[in-house]
């Protein structure tokens, strides 16, 4: 099982219940989710197997209390897949999920009851996640009315409260206005205190800013920042923009088609990046100074293609569009401890 503050390795063969550190809140091991690609009437007739997609492909890693982890990567990288996963908006094909401890796969209702009070999630669009139909008062209110607090007094100081916490001012002219009413700010200020009103142990941001203006970004991140350090509150932080993990993360895994291919702390990855891919995301970053820029050297990836020779589907998902691949990249690559902390799946680090 990997950790994200301190990797200990990759052979699952071990009893996975011995050496568990305590410290860490969230372990996902082994996690695989693939969906089947329906096919047309004409691929039916001209008998076509059925597609997959592997969304989610033996995902491995730890969290540890009051910790930011980055899940990073383009669109399709399987990073938002694996956040309904451990939520268990959906049930993965293989693999575990334990929280606090817990068996988050084979909780009983009581206990998913638990588990969703304790793990909330911050949606990309402050726009569509808001019901336009209700005032923020009762968007905010209704995890603790779900979650069993009916007293409409205590449930109201306690959004009260939350609003307060996420810098929304005066808080009684906006508890009871409408999400048309808000800035895209404010609308994602809401979904934090809505997230948080229940005084959860996991938050999972998924692209948290990326639909906010720029100006805005910075105070959202700087605001959940703080409510991290005030609530010890542990964060997965879901993002293709590698500049606020920089600001915001602790660890980061970087993830490629359902695979991660490179994992440490924070520093390590974005410093000296290993993989290729790291490298060219890195490089794919926009540096304001002319002079930097002719002084980067430049990773220069193929386009994505489609799969070549059945490699994307046993040996490294790259392959096709790697500058330095080799006959055996064919094969899978494991992901290995190169440093300390510091994990990559590719063959130039054998």
């Known amino acids: 099982m990997l950790d994200a503050g301190s990797t200990q390795g990759t052979n699952r063969d071990k009893d996975k219940d011995k050496g568990r550190d305590n410290n860490n809140l969230l372990e996902v091991d082994g996690l695989r989710k693939w969906f089947r690609v329906k096919r047309s009437m004409l691929e039916i007739l001209q008998r076509r197997q ?73 949606h990309q669009d402050p726009y569509s996640s808001l019901n336009p139909r209700m005032r923020i008062i009762s968007i905010v209110g209704e995890p603790l009315e779900v979650h069993g607090i009916k007293d409409r007094k205590e449930r109201d100081e306690m ?48 692209e948290p800013v990326s639909m906010l203006d720029l100006s805005v970004r910075a105070e959202i991140l700087e605001l959940m920042q703080s409510l991290k350090v005030k609530h010890n509150i542990t964060y997965i932080y879901i993002t293709h923009d590698l500049s606020t993990a920089r600001y915001f993360g602790d660890s980061i895994a970087i993830l490629y088609k359902g695979r991660i291919v490179e994992m440490g702390s924070i520093d390590d990855v974005l410093n000296e990046p290993l993989h290729p891919y790291t490298q060219a995301l890195i490089d794919a970053v926009p540096e304001p100074d002319p002079a930097n820029r002719l002084k980067e050297k430049v990773i220069r990836i193929r386009a994505d293609t489609i799969m070549v020779d059945g ?34 799946s590719c063959f130039l680090y054998k």
Request: glycine content about 8%.
């Open 50 to 122: 059925e597609g997959i997609v592997k969304a989610v492909d033996g995902v491995s890693f730890n969290v540890r209390q009051g910790s930011t982890f980055v899940l990073a990567g383009e669109s399709g990288s399987g990073k938002s897949t694996i956040a309904r996963l451990i939520l268990r908006a959906i049930e993965p094909d293989e693999g575990r999920i334990r929280f606090a401890g817990r068996d988050v796969l084979s909780l009983d209702k009581r206990g998913l009851m638990w588990f969703r009070r304790n793990a909330q999630m911050i």
């Open 159 to 206: 959004v009260f409260k939350a609003l307060q916490e996420v810098r929304l001012e005066p808080v009684e002219e906006i508890a009871y206005r409408y999400p048309h009413m808000l800035s895209g700010g404010q609308r994602q200020r809401v979904a934090i205190a809505r997230a948080l009103v229940l005084k959860p142990m996991l938050i999972v941001a998924d």
């Open 311 to 344: 490699v994307d589907d046993y040996g490294c998902r790259f392959y096709a569009r790697c500058p330095y691949a080799m006959d055996i990249c064919k094969e899978e690559p494991k992901l290995l401890e190169v440093k300390k902390g510091h994990l990559v």
